[in-house]
């Protein structure tokens, strides 16, 4: 690791390490148990405007280390102090943001939710009779390498879980991560055992994919697999690009990273290369 990377990172992270190691040294730092109850960092509750209004429970610590990551300073790479929560603490807060401000929605975002398997499956069961749909934000890593995750997620079917894959190859993956490339698969992996498991495609599982460092026909061979997962797959991507807010540029020049296609906060598109 560069000298600068490393002063944007407070897990000492090499290049080419092992997301499943740095979830254990994560869940460390983010995760505490008391009187039996797994309680996860969050650094904030908040309403936002995406899926037309949801309301978002942001927790600390992720077990990647993406070059365009919006909440790097606050969640992926520097874990804020935050707050602990129980799965109760945050039902509650999730479900008087969406009621009050007349939201269908809550989901986890910010680092990643699947850190804390039991209170986020603790925090599904709460949601059980509460009409609302919950979003889960991952990046899949985990329930790839957990089919028995994959299982108990299914349960819930007002569950919609979005596998955000950072880019469209293992090469992509690498250059946008940083961790050993083989573990893209594992992103794959996680929408394959969802709907093995049960989980419908398009409707309670989805990809979304950064397409902002990959090539056309990497993209296509993508396409190609996620239909061999599931003839719907490829029809359901959620394509996603890195917005330039000034704080994520910062990241992008210290990672040495140039995206092809991304957006101004303002959302006019920016063709850099
Ligand atoms: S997986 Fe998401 S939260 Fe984690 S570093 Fe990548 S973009 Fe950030």
């Known amino acids: ?5 490393e002063k944007m990172d407070e897990v000492r992270v090499g290049r ?10 994560v869940r460390e730092k983010v995760v505490r148990v008391i009187n039996s109850v797994e309680e996860r960092k969050y650094y904030r509750f908040r309403k936002d405007r ?9 927790v600390v610590g992720c077990n990647l280390r993406c070059g365009m990551c919006w909440s790097w300073r ?18 509650k807060q999730l479900r008087n943001i969406a009621y009050s401000s007349g939201f269908r929605m809550v989901r986890l975002s910010g680092g990643e939710p699947t850190i804390s398997k039991e209170h986020l499956l603790e925090l599904l069961r709460l949601f059980e009779n509460s009409k609302l749909e919950f979003i889960l934000e991952t990046n899949g890593i985990i329930i790839g390498s957990d089919i028995d995750f994959a299982k108990e997620l299914v ?33 794959l992996k996680a929408l394959e055992n969802l709907i093995e498991q049960g989980a419908k495609p398009c409707e309670q599982v989805y990809p979304a994919v950064m397409l902002s460092f990959s090539e056309r026909k990497d993209y296509e061979l993508l396409q190609e697999k996620l239909s061999d997962i599931h003839p ?6 959620d394509e996603e690009y890195v917005i330039l807010y000034p704080h994520v540029v910062k990241l992008l020049e210290v990672r040495k990273l140039r995206p092809k296609i991304c957006f101004r906060p303002n959302g006019i598109p920016e063709h850099m290369i």
């Open 1 to 5: 690791m560069e000298k600068s990377e």
């Open 74 to 91: 606050s969640a992926s790479h520097i874990m804020a102090k935050g707050f602990y929560c129980s799965p109760s603490q945050s039902f």
């Open 232 to 237: 719907l797959l490829s029809k359901c991507i």
């Open 50 to 58: 995406w899926y037309g209004g949801i309301a978002t429970g942001d």
């Open 16 to 25: 080419g390490y092992d997301p499943l190691e740095l979830t254990e040294e």
């Open 155 to 187: 349960r819930y079917n007002y569950l919609v879980v979005r596998v955000s894959i950072k880019g469209c190859s293992r090469e992509d993956f690498y250059n946008i991560t940083l961790a050993r490339p083989e573990f893209f698969d594992l992103q």
